[in-house]
């Protein structure tokens, strides 16, 4: 006989090991940098962990287009790399062609309104590259070139300055920011997460279910976009060979 899992016990009990984690990163590491890039490392191993693989998730990555544009510094980046296959790595940081972007996180130690309006810079210095999109041959003949959907972007925190931590300060911020700085999603570990609804509002969860709340709505929202459009692989070669010119 089968037993039941309660998967909303199992989720909180991970949010609370998670929250434990990031406090004792605060108290034991004093330098900013350091302690930001742990933090980020522990939200890249559990997407890594729970969301499937055709999904990969890096972090300290620019996003990059056949024109040679860079995006900022990204915390964390979800993206493909079944029909963008390349991603150049250089000192041991990654550039990742912006058509096999998915969705861009900036990781925080808490939210406040100075957090949201650079996490909104850093998804429209992604969301301003050109991304390309070509046919995709298969057995059975020709898919058409896909149209190219808008990238993801969110902010991921520990805890947040405000109280309630996302209540009207949040909401007044985030909508300080442009169509293309919006923040879609998000997820304050011990506080809630948020969704933004296509009437401009937002969804916000309860704090005892933050991260079971953004996992799922995260997902759901990349299932939606379904796969990231090919890129055109001749463009890439061709800023490339204009460089030994």
């Not at 350091?34 to 522990?42: I, S």
């Not at 997407?47 to 510094?73: E, I, K, M």
């Not at 990781?107 to 996490?119: G, P, S, W």
């Not at 405000?162 to 985030?174: D, M, N, Q, S």
Request: hydrophobic share 40%; glycine share 6%; proline share 4%.
């Amino acid at each position: 006989m089968a037993n039941d899992v309660d998967m909303k016990k199992l989720f909180r009990g991970m949010q609370e090991k998670m929250i434990l984690d990031h406090n004792l990163l605060r108290e034991h590491i004093s330098h900013p940098t350091t302690k930001g890039n742990a933090v980020a490392l522990r939200w890249i191993k559990f997407l890594n962990n729970y969301l499937p693989n055709r999904y990969c998730v890096d972090g300290d990555a620019f996003v990059v287009d056949h024109t040679g544009r860079c995006s900022g510094q990204i915390d964390l980046v979800i993206y493909d790399r079944q029909y963008s296959p390349f991603v150049f790595l250089e000192e041991g940081i990654k550039y990742i062609p912006a058509e096999s972007v998915y969705s861009v996180f900036e990781v925080k130690q808490t939210i406040n309104k100075e957090h949201i309006i650079y996490a909104g810079e850093k998804a429209e210095s992604v969301r301003v590259l050109e991304r390309t999109s070509v046919p995709i041959v298969h057995a059975g003949g020709t898919y058409p070139a896909r149209e190219k959907f808008d990238i993801v972007a969110g902010i991921i925190a520990t805890s947040s300055d405000w109280t309630p931590p996302i209540g009207k300060p949040f909401e007044k911020a985030a909508n300080t920011l442009t169509s293309s700085q919006c923040l879609n999603i998000g997820c304050v570990l011990d506080g809630g997460s948020f969704l933004l609804k296509p009437d401009g509002t937002f969804e916000i969860s309860s704090k005892e279910e933050a991260l079971i709340s953004f996992f799922i709505k995260l997902f759901v929202r990349l299932q939606e976009l379904g796969t990231v459009p090919a890129m055109d692989i001749d463009l890439y070669s061709r800023a490339l060979d204009s460089e030994q010119l």
